[in-house]
């Protein structure tokens, strides 16, 4: 126990300014993302949704193709077995198909189902007003900042490999 004390004690000891920022960051994200989470749950409830729910019919819709489950678990920054989870639950309610997939014969495709479709539009919908209220009151600068912060933090958190490593001042779209 004492040990583990003096560990911690000097793990703050050596946290520079910026890393009392980003920690400062990294809390608020928790709380933000839970608040989200709940906040989508009750958006997407009245389409018999939940939030996971929703998300995995988001990546499909934004993509504009069919994904397969580690496509979508990527996109999304989830794991393979809770998208796949998911994914069994929405094709029991309908909601997506599986099809085929001539790249790999054992990770099927998930597309949206016509039902799936009209729900993703329908909590899109909702979200709309919903969002466009939450943004009242904050700049596109200030947005846009977040927006940019958010996904460089991703990006250094994801696992180093040639596909995705950046040097600092790097962009690229993921």
């Known amino acids: 126990m004492c040990q583990y004390t003096d560990i911690m004690a000097k793990a703050v ?50 993509a504009q193709q069919p994904l397969t489950v580690p496509q979508i678990a990527r996109r999304m920054g989830l794991t393979r077995q809770s998208v796949h989870t998911t994914v069994n639950r929405l094709l029991a309610d309908g909601l ?41 009151g904050l700049t596109r600068a200030e947005l846009e900042t977040t927006a940019r912060v958010i996904r460089e933090l991703a990006s250094r958190l994801e696992p180093r490999s040639p596909a995705n490593h950046t040097h600092e001042g790097d962009t690229h779209d993921r």
């Open 96 to 136: 997506v198909e599986l099809l085929e997939n001539a790249d790999h014969r054992r990770s099927q495709l998930v597309r949206l189902s016509e039902l799936g479709e009209a729900s993703y539009r329908a909590v899109d919908a909702k979200q709309a007003a919903w969002v466009n209220e939450l943004a009242a």
């Open 13 to 62: 000891e050596t946290r520079s300014p910026k890393g009392e920022q980003a920690t400062e960051v990294i809390l608020a994200t928790f709380r933000v993302n839970g608040a989200l989470l709940a906040a989508g749950d009750v958006l997407a409830a009245e389409f018999g949704l939940t939030s996971a729910r929703w998300q995995v019919l988001g990546a499909i819709a934004q």
